[in-house]
């Protein structure tokens, strides 16, 4: 069992920068892949990115690449979604998910998190 709680949202402008968290309790996080996804009103679920469990490999959605970067930390067991030159259209609630790799479905995941807010202003 994993439990995942996600942190560091808020209210930003365009163009700043937030790191979220997900801290993860369980003494298997370091077994699990990772995944950041994201839902805004009357959206689907969508992909953001994800990092393997080793921290040795990362996958972005097209939408953030080269914004946004992914990183782990295994001794804290916390993952990390780095947001930077954050627009009006990536507000939405983000969660964190654990999985034994990286899918970008959704329902692939085992593990999921409460989901924290991120709004951007223009």
């Known amino acids: 069992q994993v439990q995942l709680v996600e942190s560091g949202g808020g209210l930003v402008q365009a163009g700043d920068s937030l790191r979220l968290s997900c801290a993860a309790s369980?003494?298997?996080?370091?077994?699990?892949?990772m995944g950041w996804f994201r839902q805004a009103p009357g959206k689907e679920r969508e992909f953001v990115g994800g990092i393997s469990w080793s921290g040795g490999n990362t996958y972005y959605a097209d939408f953030v690449k080269g914004r946004f970067t992914i990183s782990r930390d295994n001794a804290k067991n916390t993952v990390y979604l780095q947001m930077n030159s954050l627009k009006p259209e990536d507000t939405a609630v983000y969660y964190c998910?654990?999985?034994?790799?990286?899918?970008?479905?959704?329902?692939?995941?085992?593990?999921w998190g409460q989901g924290t807010q991120v709004t951007v202003s223009s």
């Open positions: 369980g003494r298997t996080f370091g077994r699990y892949a």
């Open positions: 998910a654990a999985a034994i790799d990286v899918y970008s479905d959704y329902a692939r995941y085992n593990y």
